[in-house]
């Protein structure tokens, strides 16, 4: 986690100087301030993982002579034939092509959505999968 750290607060040095040299060379307001804002944004990350790099053992990534599987365990569980997040997707993207074409189109999204967010939800409440 120091690695981390340590990069994120070169890459905010990096940042800010060119959130300098595009102010100064450009003179564009809104240009410049979202450049000195992504300094901040990476400063606080680089701050919060040094911080917190101190508190933690060292881990697989601080050492020179790691193996990739010295990291190696369990992410989490995911369904593996879930058709929820097609529906969610599906509802999604008619929901941000409702902002381009029409609110109307909400309507359709709407119940697309609503399904897919409670049908992954409740997945493992019936049917086969249906914990006993």
């Known amino acids: ?3 981390q750290g340590k990069m994120f607060l070169w890459l905010s040095v990096f940042i800010l100087a060119v959130a300098i040299l595009y102010g100064v060379w ?10 000195f804002l992504a ?5 606080m ?3 919060y993982l040094a911080f917190t790099a ?6 697989a990534q601080d050492d020179q002579e790691a193996d990739v599987a010295d990291e190696a365990g369990e992410v989490g569980f995911f369904s593996p034939h879930s058709w929820q997040p097609l529906a969610l997707g599906i509802g999604s993207a008619f929901a941000f092509l409702a902002v381009a074409v029409g609110w109307w189109l909400m309507y359709f999204s709407a119940p697309l959505i609503l399904f897919g967010i409670f049908g992954w939800v409740y997945e ?3 049917g086969e999968n249906q914990n006993q």
Not at 54 to 59: C, E, H, L, Q, T
């Open 1 to 3: 986690m120091k690695i």
């Open 26 to 35: 450009s003179k564009e307001p809104a240009g410049t301030t979202a450049l």
């Open 39 to 43: 300094f901040g944004l990476t400063v």
């Open 45 to 47: 990350v680089g701050y």
């Open 54 to 59: 101190r508190r933690v053992d060292a881990m």
């Open 124 to 126: 493992y409440y019936r």
